[in-house]
């Protein structure tokens, strides 16, 4: 089946720098790629949606310039932290599709960040 | 604008018994309904869909869930759990749009299966 690979699991930053996070898909080229927040035990809040070969749509209140987003083909979004603050500390899920009717949604394992 | 409420936010159960994890949506128009299941440190799986059609809805694992419009519901069943079902789950609701990346999700249920 489809596989959305995101890439690092986790990683532990000093404050003040910018940590990149990759979502690739791995065997179906993806139109839409989603980026979401997830809090513990709480659930997914999407951050901001990301077509190929356009500026992403964020979220209200959402900071563009603190989360930047770049969806430069059709198999790989990234999503950077910059100037990360302990506040940032969270876990980050991306999603895709291949933007199709009913095509389904495949979600990356997420990225565990931690800022200290 | 569209709600997701799962009405349980943790459910115990012991080991082959049937469960339950219940969720309640509100939409102003039609709706694309989802349940996904959360392994710790993982992302979202699929566990199944209702888009139209049957409203009793079958899925992977042994899940399934029936979509019931006047009750506003979309409560997930499994008739006897596995230890390996322990996980946190999802309930999600789309418009219709082409995909579901824009879906409002729940709060999450915690199932946990006891021995």
């Known amino acids: 089946g489809a596989v959305v690979s995101q890439h690092p ?6 404050s003040g720098t910018s940590v990149k996070i990759e979502c690739r898909s791995l065997d179906f080229q993806a139109t839409t790629m989603f980026w979401y927040r997830q809090f513990p035990k709480q659930s997914l809040m999407l951050m ?5 070969g356009s500026k992403a749509t964020y979220e209200q209140g959402v900071e563009k310039d603190k989360f930047l987003i770049n969806h430069a083909s059709l ?11 302990p506040e940032d500390s969270s876990f980050y899920i991306c999603s895709a599709t291949a933007g199709t009717d009913n095509s389904p949604l495949h979600f990356g ?5 931690t800022v200290t | 604008a569209q709600s997701v409420t799962q009405l349980d936010s943790q459910v115990p159960v012991f080991e082959e018994a049937p469960v339950e994890l219940r969720c309640n949506y509100s939409s102003s128009v039609s709706v694309y309904l989802f349940w996904y299941v959360q392994y710790p440190n993982q992302g979202l799986q699929l566990l199944l869909k209702y888009l139209s059609g049957s409203t009793l809805v079958k899925g992977i694992n042994g899940f399934e869930a029936e979509f019931n419009k006047s009750q ?7 008739p006897s759990v596995h230890i ?3 996980a946190e789950y999802f ?18 249920t915690t199932l946990t299966v006891k021995p």
């Open chain 1, 9 to 14: 699991s986790w990683v532990i930053c000093k």
């Open chain 1, 48 to 52: 901001a949606t990301s077509n190929e």
């Open chain 1, 75 to 85: 198999t790989l979004s990234t999503l950077t932290v910059t100037s990360a603050h």
């Open chain 1, 109 to 113: 394992n997420g990225t565990r960040l």
């Open chain 2, 72 to 78: 506003t519901s979309f409560h997930l069943r499994k």
């Open chain 2, 84 to 86: 390996s079902d322990t």
């Open chain 2, 91 to 108: 309930c999600a609701v789309s418009d219709r749009e082409p995909n579901a990346g824009k879906s409002t999700f729940g709060d999450g």
